[in-house]
């Protein structure tokens, strides 16, 4: 009797250990599922390819990985502009700056997937994506814009590459281009006939919506339930020009993007967006560090850029070889300044290789690196072949 009494007890005390982990367990469940997801926002303002940058974006995109996010949403908003003053019409054609996004592209693709243990969701949000931004987008499958949001600027393919090479080469570079435009597109799940009408003058494209999604034809539109997405024609009027809008090539604006399914809605701000995720009853704004990388790297860049306008400023011409000066030390003196001046300047540019490219030397009149390599070489023989 004693034995049943003591196996009932021991039954009773395994019965109870297995109804506390299993409210243990559930209790760890409620806790796991009732944990807010991690939105961390990126911003990226100002000028394509100089604010916003690859090495920048990159060190944002490892914070949001050390910060555990959950979601990352991206919001665009590019400079486009002639001045302060003065907004770029639609229809100026930006379409090589693609080899510049694609530098930026693979951050959140390959690299997203190979440096996360759980890449996150990626949301892009579109206010002003003209240019080489235009094709970011189209790397994530869920795109949001602003109600004034723009995605464009790639159009003029064509015109760019005429009077470049024979028919023949011509065709191969066009070709090529084309793919790469296009790759971002398929891989994002979206039409590549979508780019096409963005980046070639001519290329008429109408749609209508079979079965929720749209459905994209390479001609006008021929019934009442179908609507063009571009005229067809090579060119655009004067008047066009002068308003910034365009029926040539596609700009995609808000609704055109909602109407073909390139995004997925509209918001204005990061609230209304939330909401629309899904995720407005339980989600934290995580306090990542975006925002002052992006910041650090354009002070950084302006800093960079300042002291080599002034290195050059105080170099003079850059031409003075120091043959004149009255003596060999003073001329020898003279040249190994210009060669730590130089070598200050070309570490600069090796540094801030990717924002310092040959628009900013342009506008900046700047030597290349390979120019002021040369210099420096060139100061070094005539050191060499020096006399006392």
């Not at 070709?175 to 971002?184: I, K």
Request: glycine content about 8%; aromatic content about 8%; some cysteine.
């Amino acid at each position: 009797m004693l034995s049943l009494f003591a196996g009932v007890g021991r039954w009773l005390a395994w019965s109870i250990v297995a109804v506390l982990a299993c409210v243990v367990s559930a209790n760890v469940a409620v806790a796991q599922d009732s944990a807010p997801t991690r939105v961390y926002v990126i911003d990226l303002n100002g000028e394509f390819g100089y604010d916003i940058s690859q090495t920048p974006i990159r060190q944002a995109m490892r914070d949001a990985r050390d910060q555990n996010a959950d979601v990352v949403i991206v919001k665009i908003d590019a400079k486009w502009e002639q001045d302060e003053l003065t907004p770029l019409p639609d229809n100026v054609a930006q379409f090589d700056e693609l080899f510049r996004a694609q530098k930026i592209l693979p951050i959140f693709a390959d690299e997203m997937q190979r440096e996360w243990a759980k890449p996150p969701r990626l949301v892009m949000w579109v206010k002003r994506a003209m240019g080489g931004p235009a094709f970011i987008p189209f790397v994530s499958p869920e795109i949001y814009f602003t109600s004034d949001g723009k995605m464009g600027g790639v159009g003029g393919i064509g015109v760019m590459l005429e009077g470049k090479g024979d028919e023949v080469v011509r065709q191969k570079q066009y070709s090529l281009r084309m793919a790469r435009a296009e790759g971002f597109l398929i891989r994002g799940g979206y039409d590549p006939m979508i780019v096409q009408a963005m980046c070639r003058p001519g290329f008429l494209l109408s749609y209508r919506m079979e079965g929720g999604k749209p459905l994209f034809l390479e001609r006008a539109p021929e019934r009442p339930d179908e609507f063009a997405l571009t005229s067809g024609l090579m060119g655009d009027s004067m008047q066009a020009s002068v308003r910034g809008t365009t029926s040539s090539v596609l700009t995609l604006t808000a609704d055109t993007a909602r109407a073909i399914s390139v995004s997925r809605g509209t918001a204005d701000t990061l609230d209304d967006l939330v909401f629309q995720l899904g995720l407005s009853r339980n989600h934290q704004i995580v306090d990542g560090k975006s925002k002052r990388i992006m910041e650090y790297w354009t002070r950084d860049l302006n800093n960079a850029s300042k002291e080599i306008k002034r290195i050059l400023e105080e170099m003079g011409s850059g031409d003075q070889s120091s043959g004149g000066a009255e003596t060999y030390e003073s001329r020898t003196q003279a040249r190994g300044k210009q060669i730590r001046q130089l070598d200050t300047i070309i570490n600069k540019l090796k540094i801030y290789e990717e924002a310092f490219g040959p628009r900013w030397h342009a506008e900046n009149r700047v030597p290349s690196r390979t120019e002021l390599e040369l210099r420096r070489e060139q100061l070094e023989l005539q050191q060499l072949v020096d006399k006392k």
